[in-house]
T-cell receptor, first 111, second 115 residues
Framework: SQQGEEDPQALSIQEGENATMNCSYK?????LQWYRQNSGRGLVHLIL?????REKHSGRLRVTLDTSKKSSSLLITASRAADTASYFC???????????FGKGITLSVRP | DAGITQSPRHKVTETGTPVTLRCHQT?????MYWYRQDPGHGLRLIHY???????DKGEVSDGYSVSRSKTEDFLLTLESATSSQTSVYFC??????????????FGDGTRLSIL
């Protein structure tokens, strides 16, 4: 069963705009991770936030985590056409480093 | 990119035939995982390995078996392929021994079609 559920399922924005993607999950976690997948390729790890952290930044990425609401958001600032991809959240509950992935969000950035 | 090679990259086969997919890594990571990706389902864990000869089932393990005889290689076998196993299969690796909260690194996938 899916632990993470992303929202929205698809997002289309203009280059230069910010993109916000949300993820909700059901059980307690050790950390939550975001991955990107370009068409025809494998997933690439973007950023990890631990359960005791509330916000984390990496370049143009900002992730927040609210464990009381069991939700996370990924913000991509000043988006570029190259950001066009599918984005997945994944939760680590600490059992053998297994991840449970959401169904993904398709982001399209129009030039 | 992490040194992960999946082979073959594409395969078409018939129902009832055995199929083996290979994942090879050059990173010496202890953990290896097999996922399948289907529209509307995201990625689902099939089997994983936490060391040589140490494997365990994931969420969707029925119809699949795995083997890990050495650190570098993790094989996924469909003993008798069915059309429902048509999917894109991804291998991933991680190494929690390097510290807590390690990410997974993925190969580029094998597209398997079963007719």
């Amino acid at each position: 069963s899916q632990q993470g559920e992303e929202d929205p399922q698809a997002l289309s924005i203009q280059e230069g705009e910010n993109a916000t993607m949300n993820c909700s999950y059901k059980t307690s976690i050790n950390n939550l991770q975001w991955y990107r997948q370009n068409s025809g390729r494998g997933l690439v790890h973007l950023i990890l936030i631990r359960s005791n952290e509330r916000e984390k930044h990496s370049g143009r990425l900002r992730v927040t985590l609210d464990t009381s609401k069991k939700s996370s958001s990924l913000l991509i600032t000043a988006s570029r056409a190259a950001d066009t991809a599918s984005y997945f959240c994944a939760t680590d509950t600490g059992a053998n480093s297994k991840l449970t992935f959401g169904k993904g969000i398709t982001l399209s950035v129009r030039p | 990119d992490a040194g992960i090679t999946q082979s073959p990259r594409h395969k078409v086969t018939e129902t009832g035939t055995p199929v083996t997919l290979r994942c090879h890594q050059t990173e010496n990571h202890r953990y290896m995982y097999w996922y399948r990706q289907d529209p509307g389902h995201g990625l689902r864990l099939i089997h994983y390995s936490y060391g040589v000869k140490d494997t365990d089932k994931g969420e969707v393990s029925d119809g699949y078996s795995v083997s890990r005889s050495k650190t570098e290689d993790f094989l996924l076998t469909l003993e008798s392929a069915t059309s429902s196993q048509t999917s894109v299969y991804f291998c991933a690796i991680s190494d929690p021994d390097r510290g807590r909260d390690q990410p997974q690194h993925f190969g580029d996938g094998t597209r398997l079609s079963i007719l």
